[in-house]
């Protein structure tokens, strides 16, 4: 048990709670995995499907665990958002009108998470679960694989199905076919209707430690050590939030970051507004948002050295964390991140960036007003 169990990283609770349940052999027909996305939901549930039909006299063990791995059919059926496909109708398979383009992006997406259980399938405008792939499920129901104890549904994303798909499902759970173990896997259970939640065996997942996160970049993502490591305090327990980071351009933010609290705390706007729109020019959509996050870091950072507090995520720049509380002693740290976070809303709703990077600046510069 324990080399299945060690692979993942942390979740200390959730292997507990099913490795009692293994021991135990009452397994449920259900289970409901949630948590913050990149943390390991996924690759438990895989881990644990594997320990169910982990029999050593069985003829087939090495044959079965290598095709639970590979995510293959009969044994595990995969259900994930897919996009609409073009003239789609209400018989047609949860593929049937997807362009060639988006069945390859799909495939290659799915080859990507077999081979690293961390990795998030992401596939352009899919951002429902389809009632057609729902519909699959029956059909992967009754077709028998003798060999294998269980067999398993994972319903990748389980909050991104519509009332009529979560109605759909519903069903099988109320009837639950022998042999058969659905995983809901999602980041936001509270949009699954209560008579699912409340037919499923409940597994809250943790986010993840700094050395855990550099750790999972550098042997599933090839990330660099050092980089790996000066992201990881920023991931907030995510390694896929530190991904994200590295793709738009890390080391860039963080050293944009420190001039924009320069000028903005100066009140040089000009400077400021400067260094957000030449970040915003080369970075995605979402980067005003991390720009946010990683100001509110910084002022967690003020606090602590305020109170002498050690392990600080700008490690690098202690002399202006010491700076700031020499001049602004009396700065109300607390005020503004209620400010920033009303800001990230905007950035949601795709407010006008320049209105989100003014604001910004100004909001910093409040802090520099002596009380």
């Given at each position: ?94 593929t049937e009108k997807l362009s060639k383009e988006i069945i390859e ?267």
């Open positions: 048990m324990d080399e299945i169990w060690d692979a993942i990283f942390e979740q200390e609770r959730a292997k507990l709670i099913l490795s009692k349940i293994y021991k135990e052999r009452r397994v449920p027909h259900a289970f409901l995995f949630s948590g913050p996305d990149g943390v390991g939901k996924f690759f438990t549930a895989l881990q644990f499907s594997k320990l169910l039909n982990k029999s050593e006299d069985s003829p087939h063990l090495n044959t079965i665990q290598k095709k639970i791995a590979s995510l293959q059919e009969p044994y595990l059926k995969l259900v994930l958002p897919l996009p609409r496909g073009k003239g789609e109708g209400a018989d047609d398979t949860a992006s799909l495939n290659e997406e799915i080859q990507k998470k077999i081979s690293n259980p961390y990795h998030r399938i992401t596939i352009e405008n899919a951002n429902t679960i389809k009632i057609s792939s729902i519909r699959e499920i029956t059909k992967f129901i009754v077709t028998s694989a003798d060999e294998i104890n269980y067999r398993f549904i994972f319903i990748l994303d389980a909050n991104l199905m519509n009332d009529t798909a979560q109605n759909a499902i519903l069903k099988n759970l109320e009837e639950p076919p022998e042999g058969i173990i659905f995983f809901f896997i999602t980041s936001d259970k509270e949009k699954l209707l209560q008579t699912i939640q409340s037919r499923c065996w409940q597994v809250n997942f943790e986010y993840l430690t700094v050395n855990s996160i550099a750790e999972i970049l550098v042997n599933y993502f090839s990330i660099e050590k050092e980089l790996a490591e000066k992201v990881a305090p920023f991931s907030e327990g995510s390694p896929l939030v530190a991904l994200d980071l590295i793709n738009n351009q890390f080391e860039d933010i963080l050293e944009r970051t420190i001039s924009i609290l320069r000028y903005s705390l100066a009140k040089k706007y000009h400077s400021a507004y400067k260094e957000i729109s030449e970040f915003l020019k080369n970075s995605s959509d979402k980067s005003i948002g991390i720009l946010s996050r990683m100001i509110k870091t910084w002022l967690s950072d003020v606090v602590k050295n305020r109170y002498s507090i050690p392990e600080y995520y700008f490690s690098e720049h202690i002399d202006t964390l010491s700076k700031f509380n020499n001049k602004f002693a009396h700065a109300d740290i607390s005020k503004i991140f209620h400010s920033l976070d009303n800001l990230e809303i905007l950035q949601i709703r795709n407010a006008n960036l320049n209105v989100i990077s003014l604001n910004l600046i100004f909001e910093i510069a409040s802090l520099s007003i002596r009380k």
